[in-house]
């Protein structure tokens, strides 16, 4: 591991406490333009949402009606009744975003696998940069305002869905995290900066409760007319 990433794994509760963890289950609150646009206005406006510890694995429930949930998995996405029964389900699913642009209108499991992968690596960060298969880099400094915040560039393995393959990560000088940068490659290539502020302390770990994502213009500066994406945690249960 990086300097840069030993520094923010401590910073954010040490990686012995994260080995310790199963499950990080959150009550949330999820707003932002981007839901207008995709044709799902307020549909994770207060929502719980839990994700593993080991893998790549998040649920959301109730999703769009009470007694069911969803699940996102790398190579699934699905719409399961409390019962167990399995309502609807589509494998392979990020091979369903062939040829999307920002206003393409999403599907229920368009819907699942863009929240599913983005919300476990909010989570889990930065914890899962220490899975096989991660390149870590620290890059040049950044200068934010009156702050200078290191950056670690991320690039991940194939086997772990998000945004984009190489992702940079900024964080200040106690360790935390402040910025995340991406690609969205399956809204065909946007450019976003995701502020992560107002950090909490539950179960030992440090999680920010507040993230605040804005299109990028060519000076790597947020552009800050409008929210894309807005991320409020209202709790977080740690499950050992």
Not at 95 to 104: K, L, R, Y
Request: charged residues 25%.
């Amino acid at each position: 591991m990086t300097d840069l990433l030993d520094l923010a794994i401590e910073a954010h509760g040490g990686l012995q406490r994260w080995q310790r963890i199963e499950q990080l289950h959150a009550h949330i609150k999820v707003g932002g333009a981007v839901w207008h646009v995709k044709g799902w206005p307020d549909v994770y406006a207060d929502i719980h949402t839990s994700v593993s510890a080991r893998r790549p694995r998040t649920e959301f429930t109730p999703f769009l009606e009470k007694g069911q949930h969803c699940v996102w998995e790398p190579e699934r996405t699905a719409i399961v009744a409390d019962s167990g029964d399995v309502v609807e389900q589509r494998v392979a699913p990020r091979s369903f975003f062939e040829g999307h642009t920002i206003t393409t209108p999403w599907d229920r499991q368009h819907l699942i696998y863009f929240t599913g992968y983005a919300m476990w690596t909010y989570l889990t960060t930065p914890f899962l940069f220490t899975l096989p298969g991660f390149r870590t880099q620290e890059i040049e400094p950044w200068q934010e305002e009156d702050e200078i915040w290191r950056r670690l560039k991320v690039t991940f393995p194939l086997t772990i869905p998000s945004h984009s393959t190489v992702q940079t990560f900024y964080f200040n000088s106690d360790g935390l995290l402040r910025r995340h940068d991406y690609s969205v490659d399956i809204m065909g290539g946007t450019k976003s900066a995701n502020y992560a502020s107002d950090v909490r302390s539950f179960g030992g770990l440090m999680i920010p409760t507040k993230r605040r994502v804005y299109a990028t213009g060519p000076d790597n500066r947020p552009i800050l007319d409008r929210v894309a994406v807005s991320i409020d945690l209202l709790d977080v249960d740690i499950e050992p």
